[in-house]
Nanobody, 121 residues
Framework: QVQLVESGGGLVQAGGSLTLSCAASGSILSVDDMGWYRQAPGRQRELVAAITSGSSSEYGDSVKGRFTISRDNAKNTVYLQMNSLKPEDSAVYYC???????????????WGQGTQVTVSS
């Protein structure tokens, strides 16, 4: 069974920075896609950033130029560097990962428990 453990959320002032980390653990053959999504109260979950095992990335329009996603394939870990944070970035941030666990016929597509990011004005 594969699990995701997130860390790095917290409270920061507008204009500040935070780095989120998410590590996949368990019986893993490969982790293909990893990413971060966020959900603010009363809003739908939205893509923040995603990255493939080959390091191709995509970003939500609202974070382009401010956030950077990266990953360490050896550690099955994805990072989200968030700069120039705004109050509207406040949300619960969820890590997502998809890949294969015990065998190539055993795919997984899972979410972390979420970490709160609060940006004060």
């Amino acid at each position: 069974q594969v699990q995701l453990v997130e860390s790095g959320g917290g409270l920061v002032q507008a204009g500040g920075s935070l780095t989120l980390s998410c590590a996949a653990s368990g019986s893993i053959l490969s982790v293909d896609d990893m990413g971060w999504y966020r959900q603010a109260p009363g809003r739908q979950r939205e893509l923040v950033a995603a990255i493939t095992s080959g390091s191709s990335s995509e970003y939500g329009d609202s974070v382009k130029g401010r956030f950077t996603i990266s990953r360490d394939n050896a550690k099955n870990t994805v990072y989200l560097q968030m700069n120039s944070l705004k109050p509207e970035d406040s949300a619960v941030y969820y890590c997502h990962a998809a890949g294969y666990s015990s065998s190539w016929s055993d795919a997984f597509d899972i979410w972390g428990q979420g970490t709160q990011v609060t940006v004060s004005s």
